[in-house]
């Protein structure tokens, strides 16, 4: 076996926390990572994914230090040096591309001047030489009009765009390892896929090594080689990725594979009634925006004339990418945004736009629950007190009976009861997720508009939040109207799916036979383009460029 | 720690000491100088050795004697005696003023933060009009128009400084408000009053407090000019400030009549400081 480029041996990191607790969250990791390979760490948030990649730098984030073991890239002892010689070593040696491409590059300042600022800092060739090799990184990486795009800001390049750049950045300067910190996560999967396909290529093509930061399974199965597997700072499973994937040893593996598997939504079987029941949301022609109003009609139109049926204990699923519009309409709905056009109605009654109209009861039956559970709970009431106040709000409870219901809801999302007594700020991210549940279920409602409820939750914890809306519709009847960019969890829980592009809905479906009958090109190349966990998607994955070219956002 | 302190009713006052309202020695140290001088209001007419207006000694600036402990000022008149009288306007104005300016400016502030719209915007305007009159001058207006007493000063310092803490509030106000506890809250179909107090009064306390300490100390410093136009407390009854600026020639002939009240300005102002640095971090600082 020839030399590995790094070896990590036995790295301990530990940080204070403000309270002045010590505490360790690297405990003792090796492993090494040989010329050209690339290695991926993955694990969920808190594992120390990123901790262990920024500290082959040298580089711990504020409050850490590594407090043992040995880190060695090429012929440099990484531990050993000075802060001065870590300096001299990043960027020439190892080099970082880091999650949000939009904060990490200035805004005010050109783009070919900070991709080309490593070379100048380094002193490692002239200026037109710098960029001359930038140009062709650019050209490397796929990027459209590679000679002049560096003259740009970087607000004028899409999303996309601009993480090819910081990677143009990351590789100026000839690095033996690239460090990739979940590059792709805050991208959409039709960009996601022109990404990853140039990091490989151009990984490929320059034989350097590299460290992919992920918690997508299936993106770090089109790029790695070899994937280790992280929980709680420690290495649970190391194995080429083929293994990992088809053969897992360690049941944390297992646990997060499992996560991933889509399972098939059975629709709730519904008791045959004498009269048919009314759809329990249905909207006609609605259409929302922004800005302020001229002749009736906002500045920004968001929703075009959408139409659409949820039936009693079914569940919808509304798919589609950044900007389009999936969150404006279920605002709409609930009323937090007044649609200037359209109806809603719930089980046949019509609701007035905005929330002020409405009813008590009509705002009681529908419930929202958002993305960010941190911010949707209020930082500075108890769990117990956020829980209680809409039962006081909507049903009058009080005393003992609220107790007693706050301590059924905290059941029902399967959290103790003794949570009630916390601060939201002492949560997990899945219990504050779960906390909102309830908050929801506190108003007996018919239906609950889910926000990307899952998508800033780690995959297993996700997979549980699902298991608990299912277990939740069996029991009390709800319906969902469920909106996600995750393909798979929308399969996981729905029934119906509409898939929104500008504003619109261009295609509507069942979930089951999404991917086999959707018809739309838009739908296609969406459905297309979500990863697959086999390592030969993305090689064997074919788009047709022109449909591509027409919706992706690229 | 956090979790054996917190109670079903995560709320608080400053007075409140639950387990987790507790202070740290600073905190009590300038909780100990505030009681102490709101005593000394009350009561310090009785304790006074000399009454504060009556010439008593035949020389001016005189020294720390057994008789005068804080010397005399440029008449001959007893400082301990107009520093223990003084408290009383000093102290309970400017209380009574800061009180009310920030609970005014922070109510404003909330409303128009929660309302938006026209509300908002005719009541912005019209405080920043209203924040382009020198501070001075307005009062030199009003104390000549109505006339100078205790309530009119308070009303008019309190409409002095309401504006600025409008301002402050609404500006943090307009950050919690856009949170998405505030949405789900108002999706609810909560009541205005509902939203400021209980969803984002609580998360905006703590700035609130260390701003009200802040505008304490510019209210005792404007009290004292306008004492020193002649508008404030009418002789022969002096707030400190006015201690300060009429014994001020005596500093060059090493007078105690200066120090005494400058002491008595910097030992409330700093202790009003230090309780409110440091409040129970509950209470300052929700995001911990």
Redesign the interface.
């Known amino acids: 076996m020839t030399n590995p480029l790094v070896s990590v041996r036995d790295l301990r990191i530990g940080a204070t926390t403000?309270?002045g607790r010590k505490v360790e969250i690297i405990k003792g990791v090796s492993f090494d990572i040989a010329p050209g390979e690339i290695v991926a760490l993955i694990g969920e948030s808190g594992s120390g994914k990123t901790t262990i990649a920024l500290s082959l730098m040298g580089h711990t984030r504020t409050g850490c230090r590594i407090d043992g073991g040995r880190i060695r890239l090429g012929t440099s002892e990484i531990t050993a040096m000075s802060e001065r010689a870590r300096a001299r070593v990043r960027g020439t040696e190892v080099s970082y591309v880091p999650q949000s491409a939009a904060a990490a590059f200035n805004p005010s300042k050109r783009i070919m001047d900070q991709v080309i600022e490593i070379a100048a800092i380094h002193e490692l060739m002239p200026r037109a030489e710098a960029e001359k090799k930038a140009v062709e990184l650019f050209r490397a990486l796929a990027l459209p009009e590679a000679e002049t795009i560096g003259q740009r800001y970087p607000h004028q390049v899409s999303g996309g765009q601009l993480q090819r750049l910081s990677a143009a950045m990351a590789l100026i300067g000839d690095p033996k390892l690239v460090i990739f910190d979940e590059p792709t996560t805050a991208l959409d999967v039709t960009t996601q896929i022109e990404v990853l396909r140039a990091f490989k290529s151009v990984m490929q093509r320059g034989g350097m090594a590299g460290v992919y930061v992920s918690h997508d399974l299936a993106v770090v199965a089109q790029i790695a080689d070899r994937i280790i597997v992280l929980k709680g700072g420690e290495i649970q499973e190391v194995g080429g990725a083929e293994q990992i994937l088809h053969a897992p040893q360690h049941p944390y593996t297992k646990q997060l594979l499992a996560a991933f598997e889509p399972v098939p939504h059975q629709p709730i079987a519904q008791p045959e009634q004498a009269a048919k029941p009314k759809p329990v949301l249905e909207v006609f022609d609605l259409c929302a925006g922004y800005g302020p109003l001229r002749d009736g009609v906002p500045f920004a139109k968001i929703l075009k004339n959408v139409n659409f049926k949820l039936e009693r204990g079914r569940n919808l699923g509304v798919i589609g990418e950044s900007g389009s519009g999936k969150s404006t309409l279920a605002r709409a709905i609930?009323?937090?945004l007044s649609a200037y056009r359209g109806a809603v109605m719930v089980d046949g009654k019509e609701l007035k736009p905005d929330?002020q109209n409405?009813s008590?009861d009509d705002?009681r039956r529908m419930?929202?629950v958002?993305q960010?559970a941190d911010?949707?709970?209020?930082?500075?009431?108890?769990i117990?007190?956020i829980l209680a106040?809409?039962l006081t709000?909507?049903e009058g409870l009080r005393g003992k009976a609220r107790e007693a219901r706050v301590i059924e809801l905290l059941d029902m999302v399967h959290l103790p009861a003794a949570l009630?007594?916390?601060?939201p700020?002492?949560l997990s991210g899945g219990q504050k997720q779960r906390v909102n549940l309830a908050?929801a279920l506190a108003?007996s409602p018919e239906l609950i508009l889910c926000d990307e409820i899952t998508s800033a939750l780690d995959t297993v914890v996700a997979a549980a939040i699902l298991e608990l809306l299912k277990e939740l519709q069996r029991e009390l009847g709800l319906s969902y109207m469920f909106i996600s960019h995750d393909l798979s969890t929308v399969e996981a829980i729905c029934d119906d799916v509409l898939v929104m592009y500008k504003g619109e809905v261009v295609e509507a479906l069942p979930a089951a036979r999404m991917s086999t009958e959707a018809t739309h090109p838009y739908s296609r190349l969406l459905i297309s383009s979500v990863p697959q966990l086999d390592t030969g998607w993305l090689a064997g994955l074919e788009q047709d460029p022109e449909l591509v070219a027409q919706f992706a956002n690229r | 720690?956090?979790?054996e302190a917190?109670?079903?009713?995560?709320?608080g006052t400053p007075k409140r000491k639950g387990p987790g309202y507790r202070f740290n020695w600073v905190g009590r140290i300038g909780l100990a100088i505030i009681l102490f001088w709101a005593i000394v209001a009350v009561v310090g007419p009785w304790l006074a050795p000399h009454p504060p207006g009556e010439i008593v000694d035949w020389d001016y600036f005189g020294p720390v004697t057994k008789d005068f402990w804080m010397g005399t000022d440029y008449l001959g008149r007893d400082i301990f005696s107009r520093i223990l009288m003084g408290a009383r306007y000093t102290v309970g104005i400017a209380l009574a003023a800061v009180t009310l300016a920030c609970t005014l400016g922070v109510i404003l502030g909330m409303v128009a933060a929660v309302a938006g719209g026209w509300f908002d915007m005719i009541l912005s305007r019209l405080l920043d009009a209203f924040n382009g009159i020198p501070s001075l001058l307005f009062g030199l207006v009003v104390v000549a128009a109505v006339g100078s007493s205790i309530p009119v000063l308070i009303l008019t310092l309190t409409a002095i400084y309401m504006p600025g803490s409008y301002r402050f509030a609404r500006a943090l106000a307009v950050n919690v408000n856009t949170?998405?506890?505030v949405?789900?809250?108002?999706?609810?179909?909560?009541s205005t009053p509902y939203l400021i107090l209980?969803?984002i009064f609580?998360?905006i306390l703590g700035p609130v407090l260390a701003d009200l300490g802040l505008r304490f100390v510019f209210i005792v410093l404007v009290l004292s000019g306008l004492s020193f136009l002649g508008l404030g407390v009418q002789p022969p009854n002096a707030d400190w400030g006015a201690l300060v600026r009429e014994n001020i020639e005596g500093l060059s002939i090493g007078a105690p009549a200066v120090i005494f009240p400058s002491i008595a300005i910097a030992s409330l102002t700093i202790s009003v400081n230090m309780f409110i640095d440091n409040l129970p971090t509950k209470i300052r600082d929700?995001?911990?």
């Not at chain 1, 911010?375 to 108890?382: E, R």
């Not at chain 2, 949405?183 to 909560?190: D, K, M, Q």
């Open positions: 403000d309270a609930a009323g937090i929330l409405r008590k705002l419930q929202m958002f960010l911010t949707a709970l209020n930082p500075a009431h108890s117990g007190a106040r809409p709000f909507y009630r007594h916390r601060l700020g002492e908050r108003a | 720690m956090m979790a917190t109670t079903t009713t995560a709320k949170m998405d506890f949405t789900v809250a108002r999706a609810r179909g909560e209980r969803e609580p998360n929700r995001s911990e």
